[in-house]
């Protein structure tokens, strides 16, 4: 019996550039982060969604996912640097209010790694309080010129 365990937890062992493959894999997915600025807009939920996913898109940001149903837009990771990385990536939250009225909250965060002989797992993400403030100036700009 101890024999058959031993074999059964043998065959699902991984071997080291498979768990660092996977911990790279999972260190870069979008992972939630509190905080971030929030405003409201005096626009129905669906033409508030639609008018943040155009002014990002205009801004240059490319989306990974915009879920509708959500209420979540996340961009994809923007990797700077050279064996010092830096990955920045924004997520946008909007939240139906009612009676017309939008709630937009913006989270700008980074992740760092280091990219020498092997790859490193990124860092936990971070939130930048100043980039957030600023994507939430140009997104509630763009919605309200819409």
Do not use: H
């Not at 939240?95 to 020498?116: C, F, H, L, M």
């Amino acid at each position: 019996m101890v024999a058959f365990t031993f074999a059964a937890s043998c065959v699902f062992a991984e071997s080291r550039s498979e768990r660092k493959a996977r911990e790279r894999a999972e260190s870069e997915a979008p992972t939630k982060v509190a905080g971030g600025p929030t405003f409201t807009l005096e626009l129905a939920y669906g033409d508030a969604f639609a008018a943040i996913v155009r002014s990002l898109q205009k801004a240059d940001y490319s989306i990974e996912t915009a879920n509708k149903d959500a209420g979540a837009i996340i961009t994809t990771l923007t990797v700077t640097g050279g064996y010092r990385q830096t990955g920045t990536r924004a997520q946008v939250t909007v939240i139906d209010e009612g009676s017309g009225k939008t709630t937009v909250k913006v989270a700008v965060t980074t992740q760092k790694r280091y990219n020498g002989l092997q790859t490193e797992a990124w860092s936990d993400a971070k939130l930048d309080a100043e980039q957030s403030q600023k994507l939430a100036a140009l997104l509630q700009s763009a919605a309200v010129a819409k």
